[in-house]
């Protein structure tokens, strides 16, 4: 009987483990496999001190109030083990010891009280591990956060961040025509803005009829602008003359690389006071082509002063525009650009100071840099300037003649075919594409790569002497920070 009891001991002992194994169970799961196989008499504190040894090594905190904390709690749960240990051999030897014996018919009141202290150490001794998980499985460990140096210093760094593309923008949105009507409300826009930004000046230059070209028998004044098409429409102008071909391609034969002297065969200069009488005919048409003041200006230099046309350097000095404007440019100003750039910049690795490779024709370091042009454009007033670089606003004195059809050099295939039909003549009028030197590139890939090599002051200062040119004929320039005649 006294067995029997004992064995009940040890069987409620075993249903207790067994549920807060199952507690245990429910709150770790990643621990669930932990307690395996049959427990039996004399293993249970054995497999139970297992048990805490792995939740002990697998909750190991990094703090150190985490690692004192769990040094107490092994303190603790290695004496309860002790005692537990020590209580169960104690319960075994009795039980075997007394197994025999008849005369012990009941528990005394001291076995009572040992079996219900080694039930209760053992709840105790899971309880106590139980907890340590939980708290251990709720505590946020931080770990050091990696130091970034290079990233400290930006977010520290107190410059704009340029989110700007890298290359100009010079054309808001593209142009669509869809018949005439279209085509003369855009001319009539053109045509106000103008006004709009002419109206209220004074002592404007007048005219120069000397570099008018007039077809009276089209109504037709154009002043070209050059870099604008102007070559192409110098071709124009013989055959809206009613030119044959042989008799074009014989005044192009008599006047060789000479356009404006072929065009002159058909638009002879006309005195001042014809050009206005002309200009009152209700067919007038005061034609001009306009083009985007910046990439005009880069057109020019790159056509006319970054490469020579001849074969070879012993051409150098018949080329009219080296001798003319590009030494000047280089004597004055290759010191100071040496020094901005350094002695290599103008190596024959470096194209000679040309951030593009030369397409056709040759150049040297005797000829001058994009940088060393632009100086000479800011260091002179404009009444000097070439034709190819003055602003058009100046040259065709645009305030002082009623110009009423301005067409845009960008968009110039769509706007020549309606202004051909205008003046009846589809049939005389065709699209060429002559001095085209951009090598397959996009224009703003080509401004982006020039414009990079000039610093704030000079872009500022360009504008400043090419201001109207982008009021009057409506265009704009968005590169970096830089936001001229954009509407904010």
Request: glycine share 4%; aromatic share 10%.
């Amino acid at each position: 009987m006294i067995g029997n009891k004992y064995g009940k001991v040890i069987i409620l002992a075993l249903i207790n483990i067994l549920a807060v194994c199952f507690v245990y169970n429910n709150v770790a799961t990643d621990n669930s496999n932990i307690v395996h196989g049959q427990v039996e008499e004399g293993e249970v504190v054995k497999d139970t001190a297992e048990v805490v040894k792995h939740v002990d090594q697998t909750n190991i905190s990094d703090g150190k109030s985490d690692r004192m904390a769990e040094h107490r709690q092994s303190s603790e749960l290695d004496n309860k083990q002790e005692d537990t240990r020590d209580k169960f051999k104690q319960a075994s030897d009795t039980k075997h010891s007394d197994t025999n014996s008849e005369s012990q018919v009941s528990v005394s009141p001291v076995q009572d009280n040992f079996k219900h202290d080694a039930v209760m150490s053992m709840k105790n001794l899971l309880s106590i591990q139980i907890h340590a998980l939980r708290v251990n499985r709720t505590t946020t460990v931080s770990s050091e956060p990696v130091q970034d140096e290079e990233l400290d210093r930006r977010l520290l760094d107190s410059s704009e961040i340029d989110l700007s593309p890298p290359n100009p923008i010079i054309i808001s949105s593209p142009i669509s025509i869809g018949d005439q009507d279209s085509f003369h409300k855009l001319m009539d826009e053109r045509s106000e803005l103008l006004h709009k930004h002419c109206s209220g000046r004074e002592n404007m230059a007048g005219v120069t009829s000397n570099w008018m070209y007039a077809l009276e028998s089209k109504s037709l004044v154009w002043c070209p602008v050059y870099k604008a098409a102007s070559t192409n429409w110098m071709h124009n102008l013989l055959h809206l003359a009613g030119k044959k071909e042989e008799d074009i391609q014989k005044i192009i034969s008599d006047h060789p690389r000479q356009p404006n002297d072929q065009a002159r065969v058909v638009a002879p200069i006309l005195s001042s006071s014809k050009l206005r009488k002309l200009s009152t005919s209700a067919q007038f048409k005061g034609m001009l082509v306009v083009r985007h003041p910046f990439d005009r200006l880069l057109s020019a230099f790159r056509d006319k002063l970054e490469r020579c046309h001849g074969l070879d350097n012993t051409t150098l000095q018949t080329e009219w525009y080296y001798k003319t404007y590009g030494k000047k440019i280089v004597n004055k100003f290759r010191k100071s650009a040496e020094q901005r750039f350094g002695p290599d910049y103008f190596s024959e690795e470096n194209n000679f100071g040309s951030p593009l490779p030369i397409a056709s024709g040759w150049r040297s370091s005797l000829l001058p840099s994009w940088w060393e042009f632009v100086q000479y454009i800011l260091h002179t007033s404009p009444s000097r300037y070439d034709e190819h670089w003055k602003p058009a606003s100046i040259y065709c004195a645009v305030c002082s003649f009623p110009f009423n059809h301005i067409l845009h050099f960008e968009n110039i295939q769509q706007e020549e075919k309606f202004f051909a039909e205008e003046m009846s003549s589809s049939d005389l009028i065709h699209p060429r594409w002559e001095n085209r030197n951009d090598e397959g590139l996009a224009k703003e890939d080509i401004l982006g790569k020039y414009f990079n090599l000039l610093d704030d002051q000079d872009i500022n200062a360009l504008y400043k002497i090419y201001k109207d040119d982008f009021l009057m004929f409506g265009y704009q320039f968005e590169y970096k920070h830089f936001r001229f005649n954009v509407e904010s």
